[in-house]
């Protein structure tokens, strides 16, 4: 999978991260603190790292940053993305299977090592809910999404 990761601290979970989706075969595309010379606010490569999304430039995005708040809200803000802000592997599985989040948001201060690993396991392994009312909740969003733009 092609996968856009922002971070706006170089930090080691950050690094790993990065190394992590290498390892499991991605195709991984770096923004922020991740990538010399980028803009590093959270705002600007969460941003860069959803429109990827958005764009078709990757399939799903993983964006960090401190507390993973401004990421996700960041990140929200781009036509077509759906981010969800995870703190372990239950939500994380539910946000793909419910929500069918396609942007994975973390925070670099509560993520440790092992959790990654988990929150990362989950996303991966799960589906988007193939239930009618999950579908029609996911669509509801999506109008939300186009009634914003065209406001
Ligand atoms: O969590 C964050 C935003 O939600 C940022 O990572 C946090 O604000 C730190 O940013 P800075 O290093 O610029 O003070």
């Not at 092609?2 to 991260?17: C, K, T, Y």
């Not at 603190?33 to 941003?47: F, H, V």
């Not at 964006?63 to 994380?92: F, H, M």
């Amino acid at each position: 999978m092609r996968i856009s990761v922002s971070s706006d601290m170089d930090e080691p979970v950050a690094r790993l991260l990065l190394a992590e989706l290498q390892r499991r075969g991605h195709a991984v595309r770096a923004h922020g603190a991740l990538r010399p010379g980028a803009d590093a606010q959270w705002a600007a490569c969460s941003e860069a790292a959803a429109r990827d999304v958005a764009e078709g430039a990757a399939d799903q995005a993983v964006v960090c940053c401190w507390t993973g708040t401004g990421a996700s809200i960041a990140a929200n803000k781009v036509p077509g993305v759906r981010a969800a802000l995870c703190a372990d592997a239950v939500t994380a599985d539910g946000a793909r299977r419910w929500n069918d989040a396609n942007v994975l948001a973390l925070s670099l201060r509560l993520t440790s090592e092992p959790l990654l690993k988990e929150i990362l396991d989950a996303w991966f392994a799960a589906e988007p809910s193939q239930d009618p009312e999950d579908r029609q909740n996911v669509a509801r969003v999506g109008r939300l999404d186009a009634a914003r733009r065209d406001s």
